[in-house]
C-alpha cells in the first residue's frame, strides 16, 4: 500500500532527522501521510508537534504546513466545523505571509469543503474559484483535477447532475493523463454517485468499484468507507435492501473507528432508512427512529444542514406512520426553516457564473499562456536584478544610481583554481563552479544579502544594498562564517584534497546602479570596493581577513564587547561569539598602510 509505505518513509525521516528544521519538516510530511490513510488521531498529534516546533523556530511555513493537516483532520471527521474553519483561515494567512501560491490555493479548497459540507454553497464555490484560478495560471493540472471533482460535488448537490457529469469527466481525464491514482478515485466516486442520481446504476456500481480498487491499492481507508456508503446508496435506489444493509454497516463501522462524525450522522441516517422500509425482513421503526434521533444529534453538531433536512424528512415520516401528528408537525417546521437557509438566488447565480467561466475557459488559454510567459520573464529578471531595482526599470525610471553611506562588501576567492582548472575538463570546472557558487547564493539569501557577480572563480556579495540596513556587518559576517564551513563538503577533483577559499571584507561607503541597455548588470562603484578586493588578496586560505572598519561596525552592533590582553576582540553578536583577532599593520596595495584583522567564529 503506497500512503503506507509514505508513512514508514517517514516516520524513518523524522527519526533521523539532524536539526530541528528537518524534523518539523518531517513531521509534518508523516502528519499528512498519516492524514491520508486516516489515521486521525496519530496524525493530529504529530500535527500539534510539528505546529509548537515550527512556532519555536518562527517558521511561518512549516507552521501553516500544520494547521492546515489539523483543519483537514477536522474537515473529514465533520467533529467541528467552526474549529476547522479557524485552522484553515489561519494557515492560509502564513501561507499568504510566505507567498506559497500553491498552498494556498490547496488550503482555499478544504476552505471550500468546510463551506459545502455545511451547506453555504455561495461560499464555497467562491473558495474553489480562486483555487482553480491559481492552479490554472501555475499549470498545476493534477491539482486543477481535485477542484473540479469539488466543483462536480456542489452541482451534484445543487441537483443538477448533468453539469456535475461534465466537471467530473474532466477532472478523471486529466488524473488519468497524469497517472494521478487518488485524483482518479476521488473523479470516478463522484461520476458513480452522479451516474446514480439519473438512475444509471450499471454504470455508477462500475465507476464505484473502480474508485474502491484504487483505494484499497493506496490504502485510503477513509475513502474506503465512503465507497461502501456511496455503493449502498445506488442498493437502496435499486431496491437491494440486504445488499445497501450491508454495505452501510461496513462504512459505519469504518467511519466509527476512524472518528468521522458527519459521515457517522450519513451512515446512521441510511440504516436508519432501511429500518424504516416495510419490505426489509428486519422492519423495525422503534431502531429506525433511535438511528435517524442518534443521526440528528450529530449533524447539528457538525453543521450538516443538507443531512439534517434529509432526517427532519424521515422523522416526519415515521411520526405520521405511528400517528404522532404533533411530533411530526414539529420536524416539518424545523425542516423548512433549515431548506429556506440553504436556497436562495445567490447559490445558482453562483453556480451559473463559474458553468460561464467554465464554458470561456477555452478561449482564456492564450491570454493564460502570455500571462504564464511575462510572469517568466519577470522571474528571469528577478534572479539577475534586485526585485525593487526590476520594479524602478519596469516603471521606466532612468538611470538608476544610488549611494549608500555604510554597507559591507565580501569578496571569495577560490585558492589554486587557476592551476586546477588546466586539469580537469570543462564539464567538471564549470560543475563545480556552478555546486560552489550556488552554495554561495543559498547563502546569501537566507541572511538576505545581495549577490552582485562572480567573476571567474571570485564571488562578490554586499550587504545593506539596494535596502539600507543597520546590521549589514552582523549579516555578512554570519555568511563569511558559514562560507567557511559549507567548503568543508567540496573536494578536488584532481587530489581529493578540500578547496579552500580566502574571503575579504571591508564597509564603508559605495554607489550603486544598473548599467546596459539590453543586458543589465547591477554593480557597485567605489573606493570601499576596491578595498574588500584588496581584503581578499592579502588574505589566507580558509581565513576571513576584513578591514579595521569592517569591525567597528560590528562592534558598534554587539551585545558584548570584550578586548583580550593581545587585542583580540571577542564581539557577541546574535548570541554567537566572534572573535576579530588583530594581524597588525600592514602594507596594502594601493591602499597604504591598514590595521587588519582575521575574523573567527568562537569554538
Same mark, same amino acid.
Given at each position: 500500500?503506497?500512503?503506507?509505505?509514505?508513512?514508514?518513509?517517514?516516520?524513518?525521516?523524522?527519526?533521523?532527522?539532524?536539526?530541528?528544521?528537518?524534523?518539523?519538516?518531517?513531521?509534518?510530511?508523516?502528519?499528512?501521510?498519516?492524514?491520508?490513510?486516516?489515521?486521525?488521531?496519530?496524525?493530529?498529534?504529530?500535527?500539534?508537534?510539528?505546529?509548537?516546533?515550527?512556532?519555536?523556530?518562527?517558521?511561518?511555513?512549516?507552521?501553516?504546513?500544520?494547521?492546515?493537516?489539523?483543519?483537514?483532520?477536522?474537515?473529514?471527521?465533520?467533529?467541528?466545523?467552526?474549529?476547522?474553519? +479557524?485552522?484553515?483561515?489561519?494557515?492560509?494567512?502564513?501561507?499568504?505571509?510566505?507567498?506559497?501560491?500553491? +498552498?494556498?490555493?490547496?488550503?482555499?479548497?478544504? $476552505?471550500?469543503?468546510?463551506?459545502?459540507?455545511?451547506?453555504?454553497?455561495?461560499?464555497?464555490?467562491?473558495?474553489?474559484?480562486?483555487?482553480?484560478?491559481?492552479?490554472?495560471?501555475?499549470?498545476?493540472?493534477?491539482?486543477?483535477?481535485?477542484?473540479?471533482?469539488?466543483?462536480?460535488?456542489?452541482?451534484?448537490?445543487?441537483?443538477?447532475?448533468?453539469?456535475?457529469?461534465?466537471?467530473?469527466?474532466?477532472?478523471?481525464?486529466?488524473?488519468?493523463?497524469?497517472?494521478?491514482?487518488?485524483?482518479?478515485?476521488?473523479?470516478?466516486?463522484?461520476?458513480?454517485?452522479?451516474?446514480?442520481?439519473?438512475?444509471?446504476?450499471?454504470?455508477?456500481?462500475?465507476?464505484?468499484?473502480?474508485?474502491?480498487?484504487?483505494?484499497?491499492?493506496?490504502?485510503?481507508?477513509?475513502? /474506503?468507507?465512503?465507497?461502501?456508503?456511496?455503493?449502498?446508496? $445506488?442498493?437502496?435506489?435499486?431496491?437491494?435492501?440486504?445488499?445497501?444493509?450491508?454495505?452501510?454497516?461496513?462504512?459505519?463501522?469504518?467511519?466509527?473507528?476512524?472518528?468521522?462524525?458527519?459521515?457517522?450522522?450519513?451512515?446512521?441516517?441510511?440504516?436508519?432508512?432501511?429500518?424504516?422500509?416495510?419490505?426489509?425482513?428486519?422492519?423495525?421503526?422503534?431502531?429506525?427512529?433511535?438511528?435517524?434521533?442518534?443521526?440528528?444529534?450529530?449533524?447539528?453538531?457538525?453543521?450538516?444542514?443538507? =443531512?439534517?433536512?434529509?432526517?427532519?424528512?424521515?422523522?416526519?415520516?415515521?411520526?405520521? /406512520?405511528?400517528?404522532?401528528?404533533?411530533?411530526?408537525?414539529?420536524?416539518?417546521?424545523?425542516?423548512?426553516? /433549515?431548506?429556506?437557509?440553504?436556497?436562495?438566488?445567490?447559490?445558482?447565480?453562483?453556480?451559473?457564473?463559474?458553468?460561464?467561466?467554465?464554458?470561456?475557459?477555452?478561449?482564456?488559454?492564450?491570454?493564460?499562456?502570455?500571462?504564464?510567459?511575462?510572469?517568466?520573464?519577470?522571474?528571469?529578471?528577478?534572479?539577475?536584478?534586485?526585485?525593487?531595482?526590476?520594479?524602478?526599470? $519596469?516603471?521606466?525610471?532612468?538611470?538608476?544610481?544610488?549611494?549608500?553611506?555604510?554597507?559591507?562588501?565580501?569578496?571569495?576567492?577560490?585558492?589554486?583554481?587557476?592551476?586546477?582548472?588546466?586539469?580537469?575538463?570543462?564539464?567538471?570546472?564549470?560543475?563545480?563552479?556552478?555546486?560552489?557558487?550556488?552554495?554561495?547564493?543559498?547563502?546569501?539569501?537566507?541572511?538576505?544579502?545581495?549577490?552582485?557577480?562572480?567573476?571567474?572563480?571570485?564571488?562578490?556579495?554586499?550587504?545593506?544594498?539596494?535596502?539600507?540596513?543597520?546590521?549589514?556587518?552582523?549579516?555578512?559576517?554570519?555568511?563569511?562564517?558559514?562560507?567557511?564551513?559549507?567548503?568543508?563538503?567540496?573536494?578536488?577533483?584532481?587530489?581529493?584534497?578540500?578547496?579552500?577559499?580566502?574571503?575579504?571584507?571591508?564597509?564603508?561607503? =559605495?554607489?550603486?546602479?544598473?548599467?546596459?541597455?539590453?543586458?543589465?548588470?547591477? +554593480?557597485?562603484?567605489?573606493?570601499?570596493?576596491?578595498?574588500?578586493?584588496?581584503?581578499?588578496?592579502?588574505?589566507?586560505?580558509?581565513?576571513?581577513?576584513?578591514?579595521?572598519?569592517?569591525?567597528?561596525?560590528?562592534?558598534?552592533?554587539?551585545?558584548?564587547?570584550?578586548?583580550?590582553?593581545?587585542?583580540?576582540?571577542?564581539?557577541?553578536?546574535?548570541?554567537?561569539?566572534?572573535?576579530?583577532?588583530?594581524?597588525?599593520?600592514?602594507?596594502?596595495?594601493?591602499?597604504?598602510?591598514?590595521?587588519?584583522?582575521?575574523?573567527?567564529?568562537?569554538?
Amino acid at each position: 500500500m503506497k500512503n503506507q509505505s509514505n508513512v514508514d518513509i517517514f516516520r524513518e525521516l523524522v527519526a533521523s532527522a539532524e536539526s530541528d528544521s528537518n524534523r518539523v519538516e518531517a513531521l509534518n510530511n508523516l502528519a499528512w501521510a498519516l492524514y491520508s490513510i486516516a489515521e486521525n488521531q496519530e496524525a493530529k498529534d504529530i500535527a500539534e508537534e510539528a505546529r509548537t516546533m515550527a512556532g519555536l523556530l518562527s517558521d511561518d511555513y512549516q507552521q501553516a504546513r500544520a494547521l492546515n493537516t489539523l483543519g483537514a483532520i477536522l474537515l473529514q471527521s465533520a467533529t467541528n466545523n467552526g474549529a476547522a474553519l +479557524d485552522l484553515l483561515n489561519r494557515a492560509k494567512e502564513l501561507f499568504e505571509s510566505s507567498n506559497s501560491i500553491k +498552498d494556498i490555493a490547496a488550503t482555499l479548497m478544504n $476552505i471550500g469543503n468546510v463551506y459545502r459540507n455545511s451547506g453555504d454553497y455561495p461560499q464555497a464555490l467562491d473558495c474553489y474559484k480562486k483555487s482553480k484560478t491559481i492552479y490554472e495560471e501555475n499549470n498545476e493540472m493534477v491539482l486543477l483535477s481535485s477542484v473540479l471533482a469539488n466543483i462536480g460535488n456542489v452541482f451534484r448537490q445543487l441537483k443538477d447532475e448533468n453539469k456535475a457529469i461534465e466537471y467530473y469527466s474532466q477532472s478523471l481525464a486529466i488524473a488519468e493523463q497524469y497517472g494521478a491514482k487518488r485524483e482518479q478515485s476521488v473523479a470516478l466516486s463522484g461520476l458513480g454517485n452522479a451516474y446514480s442520481d439519473i438512475g444509471n446504476f450499471e454504470s455508477s456500481l462500475k465507476c464505484l468499484h473502480s474508485s474502491l480498487a484504487i483505494d484499497q491499492e493506496l490504502g485510503n481507508h477513509f475513502a /474506503i468507507a465512503v465507497s461502501y456508503g456511496n455503493m449502498g446508496a $445506488i442498493f437502496l435506489d435499486m431496491n437491494d435492501l440486504n445488499a445497501a444493509f450491508e454495505c452501510f454497516q461496513k462504512s459505519l463501522a469504518m467511519h466509527t473507528v476512524q472518528g468521522n462524525r458527519g459521515s457517522i450522522a450519513v451512515q446512521k441516517l441510511n440504516i436508519g432508512v432501511i429500518y424504516a422500509t416495510e419490505t426489509f425482513e428486519g422492519y423495525d421503526l422503534v431502531q429506525s427512529e433511535k438511528l435517524f434521533l442518534d443521526s440528528l444529534g450529530i449533524a447539528l453538531e457538525v453543521g450538516y444542514k443538507k =443531512v439534517s433536512v434529509t432526517i427532519y424528512a424521515n422523522l416526519m415520516d415515521i411520526m405520521k /406512520i405511528q400517528g404522532r401528528w404533533e411530533e411530526s408537525l414539529n420536524f416539518f417546521e424545523h425542516q423548512y426553516k /433549515i431548506e429556506k437557509e440553504l436556497q436562495g438566488d445567490e447559490v445558482r447565480k453562483i453556480a451559473e457564473q463559474f458553468d460561464h467561466e467554465r464554458k470561456v475557459f477555452e478561449q482564456e488559454k492564450a491570454l493564460v499562456a502570455e500571462r504564464v510567459s511575462a510572469r517568466e520573464r519577470s522571474r528571469i529578471l528577478d534572479n539577475i536584478l534586485p526585485q525593487s531595482i526590476t520594479e524602478r526599470l $519596469i516603471r521606466g525610471e532612468e538611470p538608476i544610481a544610488d549611494r549608500f553611506e555604510n554597507v559591507s562588501i565580501l569578496f571569495a576567492d577560490i585558492i589554486g583554481f587557476t592551476k586546477l582548472s588546466q586539469r580537469i575538463s570543462p564539464h567538471q570546472l564549470v560543475e563545480s563552479l556552478d555546486r560552489i557558487f550556488s552554495s554561495f547564493d543559498a547563502l546569501a539569501e537566507k541572511y538576505c544579502l545581495e549577490k552582485i557577480k562572480t567573476i571567474g572563480d571570485a564571488y562578490m556579495v554586499v550587504s545593506g544594498v539596494p535596502e539600507p540596513r543597520k546590521d549589514h556587518a552582523d549579516a555578512m559576517a554570519a555568511m563569511a562564517i558559514e562560507m567557511l564551513e559549507t567548503m568543508k563538503q567540496f573536494t578536488s577533483i584532481a587530489t581529493g584534497e578540500e578547496i579552500q577559499i580566502r574571503i575579504g571584507i571591508h564597509s564603508g561607503e =559605495v554607489v550603486a546602479g544598473v548599467i546596459g541597455k539590453k543586458k543589465f548588470a547591477y +554593480d557597485l562603484w567605489g573606493d570601499s570596493v576596491n578595498t574588500a578586493s584588496r581584503m581578499e588578496s592579502h588574505g589566507e586560505a580558509g581565513k576571513i581577513h576584513v578591514s579595521s572598519d569592517f569591525v567597528r561596525e560590528l562592534t558598534t552592533n554587539s551585545e558584548q564587547l570584550k578586548v583580550g590582553r593581545d587585542g583580540q576582540q571577542l564581539i557577541t553578536i546574535n548570541s554567537s561569539l566572534i572573535t576579530a583577532f588583530p594581524r597588525g599593520e600592514m602594507e596594502i596595495k594601493g591602499k597604504g598602510m591598514m590595521k587588519t584583522y582575521f575574523l573567527e567564529k568562537n569554538k
